[in-house]
């Protein structure tokens, strides 16, 4: 494995060692070594030693967990016929598996994700076969039928001792605790296939019939014509990593940013033939309002925080600058101190006479690595982080949501839900599963310093505490009072981010580089 050497300059960066064969180190990309790595597939060397712990870089001395956490993620394997196709949610035997014995779409991206850096891309194509199969049953909840793309949000195998036979069985909300379809699940497989495409160079898979006809199933779902006058997706509480309700109905960040980026991987998979013609059409027109929409309303800033609180309401033309009717006083007190001078995020959610202005990590993350935020905007996310350090990653990364609902708003809006009390699972709790996703945002910012410091936090408690799901309290002190242990997306969550700090062409697969045509002609934020 190529090394790469830093000097002691005082902001850590090198000159480019690419003429010696050598991957630059996380701090020594510039502009064009980022564009680089994001446009070049990097080939599969099936033969080169895989990371079992042992350093890979003169940089990255490996810690100690390294280890422990791929056995631990070996171990949540689930074979189908004596082929691994995914892994378990968590191996917790200390309590009642509900669900968490299923592999779960979303939750096994950073696996796969793991194993593909890790030159074992064969559990990602089974998976993948897997899922698309089963995205083509028939799928009905009580008396309704799902829409034909919908794509499964977990799967169980059974295992039948006498006949020595094995099933799969899927679940596409109709067992979920609130019934909701997951809406993610589609976009997470369309951005999985376009990381095994680019990290393996093998472009069969996603070319074979069945994986085209999964995509457009998808983009046909997304893409058709109802009432809607905005380019986002609407969608019901409990749809995505959210699985509860928490008031992200609506327009929810999460859901817009992964949109954006299925329909960026989309673009680039499918066939131009007679029946992927008239899809990429349709997508073209749905990326350019999509991002122009994004951009301009669901952004905040100090200087659009300040055009919000002098809002005029009941404007009715199309000059009117207040367009969806927002109250002023509606604004929480808490966003006032939260915003910092320099920085800014997407807010939760924007629909008529409603902004929910809570940060969600995911769905900021997603907006950078898909390039939905501009350079500028990816720019001040990471100042936000900075600034609000404490707040944002505390003792634990990452905060799903801040702030937490408190009181009477956390009765109103969750329904009382025991498990969502303030500064606990989503409702403000901690969840380690993020640190890939920052990671990854990071080295497409040019702040790895930031993944690296947030890595380096977790790292000193995870295998301690047993690789739970999530943590509680405001600094995510504490090991959450429902979370379970040994949590595979936890543990592969860590291992993913321990990747792309030492290897950043890694991050090619899961990132993508910005699109000159849906550069908007805006004015330069104030934040930047």
């Given at each position: 494995?190529?090394?790469?050497?830093?000097?002691?300059?005082?902001?850590?960066?090198?000159?480019?060692?690419?003429?010696?064969?050598?991957?630059?180190?996380?701090?020594?990309?510039?502009?064009?070594?980022?564009?680089?790595?994001?446009?070049?597939?990097?080939?599969?060397?099936?033969?080169?030693?895989?990371?079992?712990?042992?350093?890979?870089?003169?940089?990255?001395?490996?810690?100690?967990?390294?280890?422990?956490?791929?056995?631990?993620?070996?171990?949540?394997?689930?074979?189908?016929?004596?082929?691994?196709?995914?892994?378990?949610?968590?191996?917790?035997?200390?309590?009642?598996?509900?669900?968490?014995?299923?592999?779960?779409?979303?939750?096994?991206?950073?696996?796969?994700?793991?194993?593909?850096?890790?030159?074992?891309?064969?559990?990602?194509?089974?998976?993948?076969?897997?899922?698309?199969?089963?995205?083509?049953?028939?799928?009905?909840?009580?008396?309704?039928?799902?829409?034909?793309?919908?794509?499964?949000?977990?799967?169980?195998?059974?295992?039948?001792?006498?006949?020595?036979?094995?099933?799969?069985?899927?679940?596409?909300?109709?067992?979920?605790?609130?019934?909701?379809?997951?809406?993610?699940?589609?976009?997470?497989?369309?951005?999985?296939?376009?990381?095994?495409?680019?990290?393996?160079?093998?472009?069969?898979?996603?070319?074979?019939p069945e994986m085209q006809r999964g995509i457009r199933l998808i983009m046909t779902l997304c893409l058709s014509e109802g009432f809607d006058t905005f380019p986002t997706l609407l969608c019901a509480d409990g749809c995505?990593?959210?699985?509860?309700?928490?008031?992200?109905?609506?327009?929810?960040?999460?859901?817009?940013?992964?949109?954006?980026?299925?329909?960026?991987?989309?673009?680039?998979?499918?066939?131009?033939?007679?029946?992927?013609?008239?899809?990429?059409?349709?997508?073209?027109?749905?990326?350019?309002?999509?991002?122009?929409?994004?951009?301009?309303?669901?952004?905040?800033?100090?200087?659009?925080?300040?055009?919000?609180?002098?809002?005029?309401?009941?404007?009715?033309?199309?000059?009117?600058?207040?367009?969806?009717?927002?109250?002023?006083?509606?604004?929480?007190?808490?966003?006032?101190?939260?915003?910092?001078?320099?920085?800014?995020?997407?807010?939760?959610?924007?629909?008529?006479?409603?902004?929910?202005?809570?940060?969600?990590?995911?769905?900021?993350?997603?907006?950078?690595?898909?390039?939905?935020?501009?350079?500028?905007?990816?720019?001040?996310?990471?100042?936000?982080?900075?600034?609000?350090?404490?707040?944002?990653?505390?003792?634990?990364?990452?905060?799903?949501?801040?702030?937490?609902?408190?009181?009477?708003?956390?009765?109103?809006?969750?329904?009382?839900?025991?498990?969502?009390?303030?500064?606990?699972?989503?409702?403000?709790?901690?969840?380690?599963?993020?640190?890939?996703?920052?990671?990854?945002?990071?080295?497409?910012?040019?702040?790895?310093?930031?993944?690296?410091?947030?890595?380096?936090?977790?790292?000193?408690?995870?295998?301690?505490?047993?690789?739970?799901?999530?943590?509680?309290?405001?600094?995510?002190?504490?090991?959450?009072?429902?979370?379970?242990?040994?949590?595979?997306?936890?543990?592969?969550?860590?291992?993913?981010?321990?990747?792309?700090?030492?290897?950043?062409?890694?991050?090619?697969?899961?990132?993508?580089?910005?699109?000159?045509?849906?550069?908007?002609?805006?004015?330069?934020?104030?934040?930047?």
């Open positions: 494995m190529a090394t790469s050497k830093v000097d002691g300059t005082s902001n850590g960066s090198v000159k480019s060692k690419d003429e010696e064969g050598t991957t630059p180190s996380i701090f020594e990309i510039d502009d064009s070594d980022l564009t680089r790595l994001l446009e070049k597939p990097r080939p599969l060397n099936t033969e080169r030693k895989r990371w079992t712990g042992t350093p890979r870089s003169a940089c990255f001395e490996p810690h100690p967990i390294v280890g422990e956490a791929w056995e631990a993620l070996r171990r949540s394997i689930v074979n189908f016929r004596g082929q691994p196709v995914g892994t378990i949610a968590a191996l917790d035997n200390s309590s009642e598996e509900l669900n968490y014995d299923q592999v779960f779409v979303r939750d096994f991206v950073p696996s796969a994700l793991a194993f593909l850096m890790n030159g074992e891309p064969e559990i990602v194509k089974n998976f993948l076969l897997k899922t698309v199969f089963l995205q083509s049953r028939e799928k009905k909840v009580d008396n309704f039928k799902l829409g034909e793309g919908v794509m499964p949000a977990s799967f169980k195998v059974l295992h039948n001792p006498v006949r020595n036979t094995e099933t799969i069985l899927a679940d596409y909300g109709e067992s979920a605790i609130g019934r909701v379809a997951p809406v993610d699940s589609g976009f997470w497989w369309i951005i999985l296939l376009r990381a095994y495409t680019k990290s393996t160079g093998d472009t069969s898979l996603a070319e074979r995505c990593m959210i699985d509860r309700r928490m008031g992200v109905y609506g327009y929810p960040i999460e859901i817009q940013a992964l949109f954006f980026m299925a329909l960026r991987c989309a673009l680039s998979l499918l066939k131009r033939d007679s029946e992927g013609n008239d899809c990429i059409d349709r997508i073209v027109k749905r990326l350019h309002a999509l991002s122009f929409h994004m951009r301009s309303y669901f952004w905040l800033d100090i200087k659009q925080l300040n055009d919000i609180y002098r809002y005029k309401t009941e404007e009715y033309s199309h000059t009117a600058v207040n367009k969806f009717n927002v109250i002023p006083d509606s604004l929480p007190d808490w966003v006032f101190d939260f915003m910092p001078t320099r920085g800014g995020y997407f807010i939760g959610n924007v629909s008529p006479a409603k902004m929910d202005f809570r940060w969600f990590c995911l769905g900021n993350c997603v907006a950078i690595l898909s390039s939905l935020a501009t350079p500028e905007q990816s720019s001040a996310i990471m100042d936000l982080i900075e600034s609000r350090w404490q707040e944002l990653v505390g003792e634990m990364p990452l905060k799903i949501c801040y702030p937490a609902m408190e009181s009477h708003e956390w009765r109103i809006v969750t329904g009382c839900d025991p498990k969502n009390t303030s500064w606990s699972y989503h409702n403000g709790g901690s969840w380690p599963v993020l640190l890939w996703l920052l990671t990854a945002a990071c080295i497409k910012a040019g702040r790895p310093q930031i993944a690296k410091r947030a890595t380096e936090l977790a790292e000193s408690r995870l295998l301690m505490d047993g690789w739970p799901e999530y943590y509680d309290g405001k600094m995510g002190r504490y090991i959450g009072k429902q979370a379970r242990k040994n949590q595979t997306w936890s543990i592969a969550g860590y291992l993913v981010a321990k990747m792309m700090l030492e290897d950043p062409s890694h991050l090619g697969m899961i990132a993508l580089e910005e699109d000159k045509q849906m550069k908007p002609q805006m004015k330069r934020s104030a934040s930047c």
